[in-house]
């Protein structure tokens, strides 16, 4: 379909936000799709998944770069531009973004962590809304800019944490809620997003 917001994700894991955003980028009515994939590991399930829906799934793998963090992202932004790529949307990439990148795609960049932001930003949210005694989770669609899980929030979803939570028995029920969120939260802003890249 015409129009469409041309979207990558980007993955470190297993992938179950990157599959939520491909079923929904396949719907008929979709005002995105995902045109392509990148994983900075090799391991990623998600590369797997993107696979068999018939998406381009790359690996640029981090580790060859060392700390060249700069030329990382080069290659990134090389094979985004490659794809015509208009919207990334960051799904569990669990690699910090240099300003390069963040300024590049400013305004064009969502990613999706799970906690209630401003709340518990980085890592082990789930343990930390537990150790907190928080009575609620849940997890935030944001822009990304340099600050890291800082930036202007698209939306959020909310779940009760329950007496008998672990860590990872609220993250599964959080993902859950993820993989509902991102793509209705993603669908409104291509919706809304007439601009294309330069
Ligand atoms: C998701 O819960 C996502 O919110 C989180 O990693 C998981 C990836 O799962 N992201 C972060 O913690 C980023 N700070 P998935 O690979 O199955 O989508």
Request: aromatic share 4%; net charge negative.
């Amino acid at each position: 379909m015409p129009g469409r917001r041309r979207v990558a994700v980007l993955i470190s894991g297993a992938g179950s936000n990157m599959a939520a955003l491909i079923a929904a980028g396949q719907a008929a009515d979709a005002p995105f799709e995902v045109v392509l994939v990148i994983s900075n590991n090799p391991d990623a399930g998600g590369l797997a998944i993107a696979e068999a829906a018939g998406i381009p799934a790359l690996t640029i793998d981090h580790r060859p770069y060392g700390k060249d963090r700069a030329a990382h992202e080069q290659a990134i932004a090389a094979m985004l531009d490659e794809y015509g790529v208009e919207v990334v949307a960051m799904a569990g990439y669990m690699r910090l973004l240099t300003p390069w990148l963040v300024s590049r795609w400013a305004g064009r960049m969502l990613n999706i962590h799970p906690s209630l932001l401003p709340l518990y930003p980085g890592l082990d949210p789930h343990a930390r809304a537990i150790a907190a005694g928080d009575s609620e989770a849940g997890c935030t669609v944001h822009l990304v800019t340099e600050g890291v899980d800082e930036g202007p929030i698209l939306g959020q979803a909310r779940v009760p944490v329950q007496g008998d939570d672990t860590p990872e028995t609220l993250a599964d029920r959080v993902r859950l809620a993820e993989h509902a969120l991102y793509p209705a939260v993603l669908s409104e802003f291509c919706a809304v997003r007439t601009d294309r890249p330069d």
